[in-house]
């Protein structure tokens, strides 16, 4: 069974299933695919909560704004006071302040929920933060907690340092949620970003830890050095684990799609022992391997899917980093690339910079398509 941990009086799972990335009814790589296999991602669900996960996590817009109606469907077999769930207010796809009224009502009808565990304001930076004040989104969660409609208030976070200072000194919250894993512990100052939690007494929620699966398929180098110190354990419990020896984790959110990864980071979390130092240099160590691939530092979350030319963002820079890192020979990326429909590669890429104003992940998403995505498929086609 796994560990679980003290958080507002009640015990979260240290595991949470992430709702971003579930089973889908197509084999064919789709950005922000709405076509959810019920039937496989309802088996997710069943597996985790039979082995004590009770914390289940969405957004409005994920698989297209599918992922609600089938979490509240999957979960609505058991009491609802035997799971918990978060969800997140979108801002950005707020036009004026009544609209935040008007997703959260619609959040409650897609999932049949009459409260939410956790809510968050999704995905903030400065320039979301400060919408948020204009808007008076805190006020209006406040009303909701009131209300009964809402448990705990949190945010979740894609912004600079300062960003995060900001944001934490101006209202008081119950839980922040942070992308955190080795290879970003530097590269996004997540380091930074769990200690300036930590230090304001906020509890820490992780997305990503496993960085959109990038940390499960690593290259054969890094894969031997795990194997050598732990021959018995996947790629992906280091990843998962060097998350859960942060003493101010509460909970590890997982987009995991299928039963044997949820397995896998179920076993690694049952009875866990938090790492040594020398564990913690390994995964540093294989960080620097990674970057000196150069590989971009897409997540696959596909909030650029809203491309107005259709180009398939997330799925290009994938065979590009597949390629980087060994998954595939050139030849296998320059093939899977050119089974792309030509209007929607990196070329129709108009450079409007919408994509690059919605990345969690802050990439220069024009500037890679032409450059160094688009450079490298270029010469070899």
Request: glycine share 6%; charged share 25%; proline share 4%.
């Amino acid at each position: 069974m796994i560990d679980k941990v003290l958080f507002k009086e009640t015990k979260l799972s240290r595991l949470g299933l992430g709702t971003m990335r579930l089973p889908v009814k197509t084999k064919i790589k789709r950005e922000a695919n709405p076509l959810i296999d019920y039937k496989e991602s309802q088996k997710l669900v069943d597996y985790a909560i039979e082995n004590g996960i009770n914390y289940f996590d969405t957004a409005y817009m994920y698989h297209v704004g599918k992922s609600e109606k089938f979490i509240g469907t999957a979960l609505s077999k058991y009491p609802r006071e035997s799971y918990y769930l978060a969800d997140k207010l979108p801002i950005w796809m707020c036009k004026k302040p009544q609209d935040m009224e008007k997703v959260f009502q619609n959040q409650l009808n897609r999932t049949g929920v009459a409260y939410f565990d956790n809510y968050l304001l999704h995905s903030l930076d400065g320039n979301h933060f400060k919408k948020c004040e204009e808007f008076g989104a805190y006020e209006f969660l406040k009303q909701k907690q009131k209300d009964g409609k809402i448990k705990n208030i949190g945010f979740s976070f894609h912004g600079t340092i300062d960003d995060l200072k900001a944001i934490v000194a101006a209202h008081h919250w119950d839980f922040a949620q942070i992308q955190l894993n080795y290879l970003d512990w530097k590269n996004q100052q997540a380091k930074e970003q769990y200690e300036i939690l930590t230090q304001a007494g906020i509890p820490v929620i992780i997305m990503e830890p496993v960085r959109g699966g990038k940390l499960a398929a690593v290259s054969a180098d890094i894969e031997a050095m795990f194997k050598k110190a732990k021959p018995e354990k996947s790629a992906a419990s280091w990843a998962i684990g060097f998350c859960a020896s942060l003493p101010n984790v509460v909970t590890i959110l997982s987009g995991m799609n299928s039963v044997e990864q949820l397995r896998d980071n179920i076993e690694t979390l049952t009875d866990f022992e938090p790492f040594s130092e020398s564990e913690n240099n390994i995964c540093f160590n294989a960080a620097s391997i990674m970057n000196e691939k150069k590989i971009i530092p897409c997540t696959g979350c596909d909030y650029c899917a809203d491309c107005p030319k259709g180009v398939k963002i997330s799925t290009i820079f994938s065979y590009y980093n597949q390629c980087r890192n060994g998954e595939l020979s050139e030849t296998e990326s320059i093939e899977k690339y050119n089974s792309i429909p030509k209007q929607n590669n990196a070329d129709a890429c108009i450079g409007c910079g919408r994509c690059t104003s919605h990345c969690p992940q802050g990439i220069d998403i024009p500037k890679l398509l032409k450059g160094t995505a688009g450079e490298f498929f270029n010469k070899n086609t």
